[in-house]
């Protein structure tokens, strides 16, 4: 480890608290349905979109019937996309003449990108038509992002609200989202990215002529506009299948820096956003405040770990660093850097391939996401999964000073107890489950490239990633067959919409009770005891949950490669 890779670290944690406010207060003037000051200009897109759907953003609904809304438009989307990418072969934009995706993948990728999950079993520049990667998938990346941050919003409105029937309207919030947050924020971030270097063309291919005289083939395509909102959304697909390793999609060092910000941005400024909305943004603060511990503590363990290298080489005499699968123009300090923040996010971007990451290093990773990528988290997904455990956080506190538990004014009953251990119940469910049944099965065992621990981990990462939405992997698993396209396709809608909606519910049980002011006996949730608390409730359950499969995978991996033994 070194100074500069410290500085580098604490200066991004630093920008990180700068920008929580001023996000946050764009993201609650959204929030309330309030004018912004691009409402000049876009506030007609809006009101013409309303009227030509006839959607009244007015009307307040219940979290069932918000619940039916998301999920049927997102269902539309998924069909669109999945019949995108079967016809790709008859469709314009399509130069180099790519045929359709098979039933199998095109499955997988639309459930993948609807999910804002990205999983990718195909290399994009040699499967996906400019009209795929610009239409089929990159609407996705707007609109899966906006239910993500139209859902936070539902749950912030439950907290909030007092003894109400509704918890807002999915399609104002989405679309307020859409035009208001994410459209703008891109279109400057994709211009900068086109100044920096990220293609932006209609042309697929050019031709190069090599040093050797041999004429290469170099693709291109429309790759800055999806950039941009593949870490804003964080949705993570690449337009190339080495992601934001290629110079193409991630050109240097500032560039990895603005990527980085980017996929954590809305999820800080929801925090304050959050604290705002319930009436005390110090409950804002503390959230941020255990969040950035976990990730500062995850951060730590992985750098540690790729700058202490491979021990099998040092005892062959070469000495440093862990570099391989990392690029040299990013080193590893941002190479462990980014690696957390993609996967303490959903977002599955890479600048590094995590498969060649040390056993240990790897693991926190693959950690991050079996807590429900709640460090920050998702574009929406984050907050309201953290706030699940808030819930169970409360609810403990509750029982050990004998008094119904209450959070941000509201009593915590058995029915929002029940509904939010449901909702992060599903995670160990599909990932425990899925992967002991790949591990036995012969088409399971087919899909890893190692053998022994790290093979077993390259199956439990890929159902890790698919059921917490996130997209990255361990690139050394064939995924690409109809095995693990259906059950790893099963695992990303289970793991999106088994999560949301005994979340909304619990928004639909909040709005409807009254508030209750804090009082002497009440447990506080803003100091060092309720983020000491947050931390040990997500890290122990975490624990107890996934520490088997974390001892048979990564662990078991770290003591054979300390033993000198290769899989």
Known sequence: MTIQGWILILGFVAILVAIAKPMGLWLFALYEGRRTPLHRILGPVETGFYRLSGIDPNVDQG????????????????????????????????????????????????????????????SGEAAMSNLSQMLGLTIHNFLSAATGIALAFALFRGFARKQAKGVGNFWADMTRVTLYLLLPICVVFATYLIFAGVPQTLDQTVVATTLEGVQQKIALGPVASQEAIKMLGTNGGGFFNANSAHPFENPDALSNLFQMLSIFAIGVGLTWCFGKAVGDTRQGWAILTAMLFLFLLGTAVTYWQE?????????????????????????????????????????????????????????????????????????????????????LAVFVAGLMVGRTPEYVGKKIESREVKLAVL????????????????????????????????????????????????????????AGTPFYNGLLGVAMWLGRFFVIVPMLAIAGSLAGKKSHPAGAGSFPTTGALWVGLLVGIILILGGLTFLPSLALGPVADHLAMIRGQLF
């Not at 069932?64 to 069909?79: E, Q, S, T």
């Not at 790897?362 to 988290?377: A, H, K, R, S, T």
């Not at 425990?432 to 093979?455: E, I, R």
């Open 63 to 122: 979290w069932r019937r918000y619940a039916v809304h998301m999920i049927a438009f997102n269902v539309a989307l998924l069909l669109f996309t999945y019949a995108i990418l079967r016809l790709q072969a008859f469709l314009p934009l399509n130069p180099d003449g790519m045929a359709g995706i098979g039933a199998d993948g095109a499955f997988n990728t639309a459930i993948s990108f609807a999910s804002n999950t990205n999983w990718q079993w195909y």
């Open 307 to 391: 700058a202490a290298g491979n021990p099998i080489l040092q005892g062959l005499g070469v000495a440093g660093g862990n570099m391989e699968g990392k690029e040299v123009r990013f080193g590893i300090a941002a190479s462990a850097l980014f690696s957390v923040v993609t996967t303490a996010a959903s977002c599955g971007a890479v600048n590094a391939m995590h498969d060649s990451f040390t056993a240990l290093g790897g693991m926190i990773p693959l950690f991050n996401m079996q807590l429900g990528e709640v460090v920050i988290g998702g574009v929406g997904a984050g907050i309201y999964g953290f706030l699940l455990f808030a819930i």
């Open 423 to 478: 909702a992060i119940a599903i995670l160990p469910l599909c990932i425990l489950g899925l992967t002991a049944l790949s591990a036995v099965l012969p088409a399971g065992l087919a899909g890893p490239l190692n053998k022994g621990p790290h093979g077993f981990s390259e199956i439990l990462y890929a159902y890790t990633s698919a059921t917490a939405n996130n997209g990255s992997a361990f690139a050394g698993l064939t």
